[in-house]
């Protein structure tokens, strides 16, 4: 199919998502703002796309209302940060913690008078990982960034072991419909012929994948974990802020989820027109760009019944672990960046190197090595 100025334009928006942030440092303090305003103008480029051409991709009436500024856009982008969970879940922890800091702090101060640090983040990393399929990955993250804060580490020691504790929530949370909004989608979509997909249908086939990621992560994360970086951040006073601070970050992650639904929206043709015929080797690569993009809404375009179950694996290995490279790639990546004051640099300084390692550790696995186990549950 012919390239369009649509095209054009929607490609042009990934770019400049994808390198503003680390060429402008005023986009990157003011990373929700641009991400708003890029989803503003991928929603009004793409209504510019003639009906022939959503006609020769096989958009029917409704799908060719929905392309551009339509009022259930809208709507999802005001409502979905609020219905979800996301806004409430991270204004009410962040008062609870600002409240109990002292006691946590207390709490781990003796923890730490017995335990090793390095078994403790370990363990954080992993548990976190296991259980944000039930908690939430939402939940998981508030969790991490509060325990990380308790911890006398040093700023660089903090954002590593965050940015890979948040690689573990983000392959954790997918192995229940309850961890994540994909999660939830894809078992949605799989649920009726020839599937039928339940609650256990993504920990049955993605654990094998899953489960060594995380216990992965654990060990990695330890490595950081130097004698020099505790001693340096011992005497360190923790700036607790105050309860305007947690206001502040719900709003930043407010607009932050509502600007990646933006985006979502306006680059669903591009995604149905490129992306759904690709090979799912090629497409595993191309799913990079749940980096940057809504990985929900990359899941509800590409999954379908009618995939073999490798090709299912590969799509949601890919969108999994390229979200944790980049800070818009995932709602924990966001909440911990936010928090932490963490800038796009310093998180892709750990997150693209380690999420391409995963990436090609992966794809060897799914496609090369003839190995695979299903769970029973």
């Avoid at 696995?365 to 029973?376: A, L, M, T, V, Y």
């Amino acid at each position: 199919m012919q390239i369009t100025p649509v095209d054009i334009g929607l490609f042009a928006i990934v770019l400049m998502v994808l390198l503003g942030p680390f060429m402008v440092k005023k986009i990157e303090h003011n990373l929700e703002a641009f991400l708003f305003v890029m989803g503003v103008l991928a929603v009004t480029i793409a209504g510019f796309e003639s009906k022939d051409v959503l006609i020769a991709m096989g958009y029917n009436h409704e799908q060719m209302a929905e392309v551009g500024w339509n009022m259930k856009l809208v709507m999802e982008a005001i409502m979905e940060p609020v219905v979800k969970g996301i806004v409430p879940a991270v204004l009410v922890a962040g008062l609870i913690f600002q409240y109990g800091r002292a006691t946590a702090q207390s709490a781990m101060a003796s923890i730490l008078d017995k335990v090793s640090i390095k078994v403790i983040i370990f363990l954080i990393v992993v548990i976190l990982g296991l259980a944000s399929s039930l908690i939430t990955a939402i939940i998981a993250a508030l969790l991490l960034v509060e325990l990380v804060n308790c911890m006398p580490l040093d700023r660089n020691t903090k954002i590593n072991v965050v940015i890979i504790a948040c690689f573990s929530i983000g392959l954790g949370a997918v192995l229940t419909p309850l961890g994540e909004p994909l999660s939830t989608i894809a078992v949605t979509k799989l649920q009726g012929e020839p599937y039928h997909a339940g609650f256990f249908f993504l920990f049955n086939r993605l654990a094998v994948y899953i489960l060594p990621g995380i216990l992965a992560m654990g060990l990695l994360s330890v490595f950081f974990v130097g004698k020099k970086a505790v001693e340096k951040c011992a005497a360190a006073a923790e700036d607790e802020g105050s309860i305007k601070d947690v206001v502040i970050r719900a709003v930043k992650v407010y607009v932050f989820v509502m600007a990646l639904l933006l985006l979502g929206g306006g680059m669903k043709i591009v995604i149905d027109k490129y992306l759904l015929t690709v090979p799912s080797t090629i497409l595993f690569w191309v799913n990079m760009v749940s980096a940057i993009l809504d990985n929900a809404t990359l899941t509800a375009a590409e999954l379908s019944p009618a995939m073999e179950i490798n090709q299912i694996q590969a799509v949601l290995m890919g969108l999994l672990i390229s979200g944790g490279m980049l800070i818009p790639g995932n709602i924990p990546n966001i909440i911990s960046a936010g928090k932490l004051g963490i800038t796009s640099k310093e998180w892709a300084k750990l997150g693209v190197p380690l999420g391409l390692v995963l990436m090609a550790a992966y794809f060897v696995w799914i496609f090369f090595i003839p190995f695979h186990i299903e769970f029973g549950l």
